[in-house]
Structures are given as C-alpha cells and as structure tokens.
C-alpha cells in the first residue's frame, strides 16, 4: 500500500512568520511531489511542484524534496491569514499517473 | 487563466437512481482525471482516462461507475445505481505533457 503521510495538524503559526509543512511517502519510486491548498468547502489548488532533490522558490512557497529520506516539505514565508488552509501533499510515479494524496495538514495563521 | 469547470455543483439523487457528473478540462489538456473526497478524508485517486480509453481505475472505480468523452469537450461520470456511501465531493482534473494535474471547484453528491 502505497502512503502519504502528514501531520494533521492543527498547526497553528503567528502572521509573519514561517510555516513548515511535512510529507514523508512510501513509495521509493516515486518522482513527482505536489502541494495542494484546499480551502474548505473547496478543491485543491496545485501551488508547487518539484521533480528534483532539493529547494524549489516561487514567491513565498519553498518546496524543498530529499529522496532519499523520502521526504517533502513546503515553507511559506511571511505567512498571511489568507494562509489558512488546509495542505495536500500528493505524489505520483510518473508524469500523468495517479496522484496519491496524504490527509493534510490544517494550518492556521494567527493574526 | 484556463481553468477546470464541472456541473453540477450540488447534485441530490436517491439511493438506486443514475447520476452524470460533468466536467470540461483545460481545453489543451490531454490528461483526464476524476477523484472524489469522502467528508473529512483524503482524496482518493477514482479513473484516469487518456486518448479516448481509460488507462488507470482504482478499487473504488467498480462496474456501476463509467467515464466518457462525448465529444471534444466534455468528461463525464456516470454513477449506475447510486449507494448511500457514494455521498461525497467529485473533482475532476486534467494535465497536459508534463504531469501537473489542475481541479475543478467540484461537485458535492448527495444519496439520500
């Protein structure tokens, strides 16, 4: 059985500073990690992709992968209440396989 | 911005009764997808659909449940006899080459 494993939270950080989001997966043959912001009540939004060991930037997202850990992390920076939100890592194998999800992790932003 | 849209946003049927649920992918995707969200669960992978055929189906995915792309637009589930425990929140999602698989708001099905 192939998991996706998150703390579910709540995770509860103060505006402004750093929040952390973990993700460790199963599967070895894993190559492609996404995270999801799902609002509640609402679909996942994809807001980063990494394929590749390492630290990948876009505006305040850092997602940072180690393979051979088996581990996936996103940070926000400078978090803002509209932050608040529920976080779905999900993997898959190869570009247009299944994405297997984990249950998420509930981030709230204290103003 | 592209995006995914699906119709209905709300669907009620009775237990037994035979529900479609409709989506339009991102219109250069050639990737199709339909996951559901059981209230306070994961998401969970149903059908992956490509070229016409399907090329994945979980456990879940059993004989009541169908895909189809009537035409050039359109991707569509067919729930056959609905069951109480089919209540939940439908995403579709669509990706072109590269994998990054987008969603749409969602339809919210309810068997009562």
């Not at chain 1, 799902?38 to 630290?55: A, R, T």
């Not at chain 2, 709300?10 to 009764?17: D, E, I, L, P």
Request: hydrophobic content about 30%; aromatic content about 12%; proline content about 4%.
């Amino acid at each position: 059985q192939k998991e996706v494993e998150q703390n579910s939270g709540p995770l509860s950080v103060p505006e402004g500073a750093i929040a952390s989001l973990n993700c460790t997966y199963s599967d070895r043959g894993s190559q492609s990690f996404f995270w999801y912001r799902q609002y509640s009540g609402k679909s996942p939004e994809l807001i980063m992709f990494i394929y590749s060991n390492g630290d990948k930037e876009d505006g305040r997202f850092t997602a940072q992968l180690n393979k051979a850990s088996q581990y996936v992390s996103l940070l926000i920076r400078d978090s803002q209440p509209s932050d608040s939100a529920t976080y779905l890592c999900a993997v898959n194998r190869f570009g247009n396989e299944k994405l297997t999800f984990g249950t998420g992790t509930r981030l709230t932003i204290i103003p | 911005e592209p995006e995914v849209t699906q119709t209905p946003s709300h669907q009620v049927t009775q237990m037994g009764q035979e529900v479609i649920l409709r989506c339009v992918p991102i219109s250069n995707h050639l990737y199709f997808y339909w996951y559901r969200q059981i209230l306070g669960q994961k998401v969970e992978f149903l059908v992956s659909f490509y070229n016409n055929e399907i090329s994945e189906k979980s456990e879940i995915f059993d004989d009541q449940f169908s895909v189809e792309r009537p035409d050039g637009s359109n991707f569509t589930l067919k729930i056959r006899s609905t069951k109480l425990e089919d209540s939940a929140m439908y995403f579709c999602a669509s990706s072109e080459q590269l994998g990054e698989q987008y969603f749409g708001p969602g339809t919210r099905l309810t068997v009562t």
